[in-house]
């Protein structure tokens, strides 16, 4: 009973690092999304994926690359971190239909030094 | 003007209190409306959809005004675990893309 896993749960990366978030969820839903959370600033959409792959980009983008090769899997790259891309970051997936319950990872806290 | 807006608060308020949180969108075509919780350092988690009709569950009542553009969350008799941020949350662009507030937080004191 899994649900909706992401690691790593903690991160430190110096500037201009690369790294992968990684996400995976075993209920077979199409939609996926990632946010990002900071204070005061609420959850913001950075892509989403309505199906294998069918990516899009959310309110917050640049600097990040998704994928979506396969139903369960959808990894977030930061191609080169900056220190405003300090933040918690939170995979989601849910169902096709609009209706229906978004269920969240439990998050991974990233630090850019 | 933002997609959703909240009262960030904090509300404070006693246990057995009735306390009421609004939140007003901005897309007139938006579907599906919901109330999300978040405790500290966790993340969201769906406490109730909000239904035209209006809907109940247990101590929570919520309401959607759709003239007027928000919708509502009443708790009634407030417990201390009922302290959290409660997260407004709206569907956009065809079902796509959900759209949250940025929260209001609640805290329940004894």
């Known amino acids: 009973n899994a649900g909706v896993t992401q690691t790593p749960k903690f991160q430190v990366l110096k500037t201009g690092q690369s790294m992968t978030l990684q996400c995976a969820q075993d209920?077979?839903?199409?939609?996926m999304s990632w946010y990002r959370q900071d204070p005061g600033m609420g959850l913001r959409l950075i892509h989403y994926?309505?199906?294998?792959?069918?990516?899009d980009q959310g309110e917050v983008p640049n600097g990040y690359n998704v994928s979506r090769s396969t139903t369960e899997d959808f990894p977030l790259r930061l191609l080169s971190a900056a220190p405003s891309q300090t933040s918690v970051y939170f995979c989601?997936?849910?169902?096709?239909?609009?209706?229906?319950?978004?269920?969240f990872g439990p998050g991974t806290r990233l630090t850019v030094t | 003007r933002k997609e959703v807006e909240q009262d960030p608060g904090p509300f404070n308020v006693p246990e057995g209190a009735t306390v009421a949180f609004n939140c007003t969108y901005s897309?007139?075509?938006?579907?599906?409306f919901f109330w999300y919780r978040q405790d500290c350092r966790k993340e969201p988690k769906l406490l109730m959809s909000?239904?035209?009709s209006g809907n109940e569950d247990g101590r929570f009542t919520a309401q959607l005004n759709r003239a007027s553009q928000y919708i509502s969350l009443l708790i009634r008799d407030s417990k201390l675990s009922d302290s959290a941020t409660y997260l407004c949350?709206?569907?956009?662009?065809?079902?796509?893309?959900?759209?949250f507030g940025t929260g209001t937080r609640l805290l329940v004191s004894p």
């Open positions: 989601a997936s849910r169902a096709g239909t609009g209706y229906n319950e978004q269920y």
């Open positions: 209920m077979n839903h199409e939609y």
């Open positions: 994926s309505v199906g294998a792959g069918i990516t």
């Open positions: 897309n007139s075509a938006s579907q599906s």
């Open positions: 909000v239904y035209s």
């Open positions: 949350v709206v569907n956009e662009k065809s079902f796509q893309k959900l759209v």
